[in-house]
């Protein structure tokens, strides 16, 4: 039996993903093996979204030289954005690469994979489709921990953000039949799994882009009811989802949240600048008041809700002021997380066609470790105010720090770390929280 190693860099989709095409390659006959050094084939599953992802990648690729020197028959696949991206041309600057394939083509893995071993052969498969979702497909939990996994309820995205690469790599938006959604997340549940989350660019659009495949059965149902439905499976399932997109989160969602208490009361909700101007030139469709009556709104349903965002620091034009408007915003909302980043100009964006990449790399690492200082300050504020507070913690393994504590989430996301006495993974245990980090809550277990 021939081994593949997979690599996965990038999103939680990514690694969602990853369990499809392990599925994929299982159903084949190839073996999945743990250790790149012990396998056939190599395939490294990857991310375009910013150039430092890309650079990551290929120096991963050239480090495999030494590898293949050993192992002749080794061959590498790159798969996902970047190979979607840049497509031969990755193949022809990366020369120890012996295919890529894009995101829609994964049911075609097995084929590639005869047609190229034992020659030098190079192959791109790299054709998007409008109604792939993988839908017939049972992931291969590779990186799970047996408590919480992902499941992909669309793929592709259309909105079009003036920075981002996105609707390039991974094609149009289309939503996955509901009932394949909630069977899957029946059947982990079953297995013993205790928490989903529901992944999509921009999940408030599920359903409203009708998967135009021949072959499509199912229902046509919106964002709001088939959280109702996944979350009605058993009120010891806990849901999450990601991404938010802003302009698309309407009351009715967060009146489903309220209404089912095992729907984590967490919302991710990218802002990308607190400067109205910004959101504009990046084709976002909201303005920051439309933004933050949003914020009110998950406050009023859900006042226990805790609420994380994307910021990106130095897009094209950016003033000092729209940067302090940022700044303003993070200490209006109080975010309990942020992903934070540089812009990095993506080739075949519209900011790419049309818009300057004129802020210097200088006043962009700036910015952004502006943005980072307050928002580590923020967090922990934030964290100060929980300690004396008792939760619902999952609980997800034994801590980094000390076999002598395990750790878990509570419906915030926030990280518990407790002694464990006798708790079990995947059972939910009561936790008071005790003292805090920036990142961490410490808390103990509540007879
Ligand atoms: N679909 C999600 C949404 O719109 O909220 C986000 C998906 S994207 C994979 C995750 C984040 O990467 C974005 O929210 C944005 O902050 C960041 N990002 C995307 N393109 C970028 C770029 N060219 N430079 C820097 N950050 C970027
Ligand atoms: Fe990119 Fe915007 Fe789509 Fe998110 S919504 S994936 S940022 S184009």
Redesign the pocket.
């Known amino acids: 039996m021939e081994n593949v190693y997979i690599e996965t860099y990038g ?1 939680q989709m990514n690694f969602a993903d990853s369990d499809v095409i392990a599925a994929i390659l299982k159903t084949a006959g190839y073996g999945l093996c743990s250790a790149a050094e012990e396998a056939d084939f190599i395939l490294i599953n990857t991310c375009a ?2 150039e430092n992802a890309e650079q990551r990648v290929r120096h991963r690729v050239r480090e495999l030289r030494a590898l293949q020197s050993r192992r002749l028959h080794l061959r590498i696949g790159v798969l996902g954005c970047m190979a979607e991206r840049l497509q031969n041309r990755l193949m022809a600057e990366e020369d120890n690469v012996s295919f890529v394939c894009g995101p829609d083509a994964y049911r075609r893995l097995p084929e590639i994979m005869k047609q190229i071993a034992g020659s030098r052969q190079q192959v791109a498969e790299v054709e998007l489709s409008e109604t792939e979702t993988y839908a017939d497909i049972e992931p291969v939990r590779l990186s799970g921990n047996g408590v919480s996994a992902f499941i992909s309820i669309m793929r592709g ?1 259309q ?1 079009y ?1 003036a ?4 609707p390039y790599t991974r094609g149009r938006e289309r939503s996955r039949d509901p009932e394949t959604i909630v069977r899957e997340a029946r059947n982990l549940f079953n297995q013993g799994y205790r928490e989903v989350t529901l992944l999509g ?2 999940v408030n659009s599920y359903g409203l882009t009708p998967n135009p495949s021949p072959e499509w059965r199912g229902e046509h149902i919106a964002f709001p009811e088939l959280m109702d439905r996944v979350a009605s499976i058993d009120p010891q399932l806990r849901v999450r989802f990601a ?3 802003p302009k698309d989160l309407n009351d009715s969602l967060l009146e489903v949240m309220a209404s089912h208490e095992n729907i984590c009361r967490c919302i ?1 909700l ?1 802002v ?1 600048s607190g400067s109205n101007r910004m959101p504009k030139l990046m084709n976002r469709k909201y303005t920051v008041e439309w933004y933050l009556d949003r914020v009110d709104a998950i406050r009023r349903y859900l006042p226990d809700c805790s609420i994380t965002t ?3 620091a130095g897009f094209s034009t950016e003033t000092e002021e729209d940067h302090q408007a940022t700044l303003d915003l993070f200490r209006r909302v109080r975010y309990d997380y942020a ?1 934070m ?6 080739e075949g ?1 519209y ?1 790419w066609k049309h818009l300057a990449d004129d802020i210097p790399e200088e006043v962009k690492k700036r910015r952004l470790n502006e943005i980072i200082a307050l928002q580590g300050e923020i967090a922990l504020e934030n964290n100060r105010k929980e300690v004396g507070r008792e939760y619902e913690v999952l609980v997800e393994g034994v801590s980094h720090r000390s076999k002598e504590q395990l750790f878990g989430r509570n419906s915030q996301n926030k990280v518990i770390v407790f002694d464990h006495r006798d708790a079990e993974v995947g059972t939910y245990r009561r936790v008071k929280v005790t003292s805090c980090t920036q990142a961490t809550l410490l808390g103990e277990l509540v007879q």
């Not at 920075?163 to 996105?166: A, G």
């Open positions: 999103c979204i910013r995205c909105n953000c920075y981002c690469v996105v660019q921009n991404t938010s997109h991710h990218p990308q994307d910021v990106i992903y980043f540089m812009y990095s100009l993506r964006t900011a």
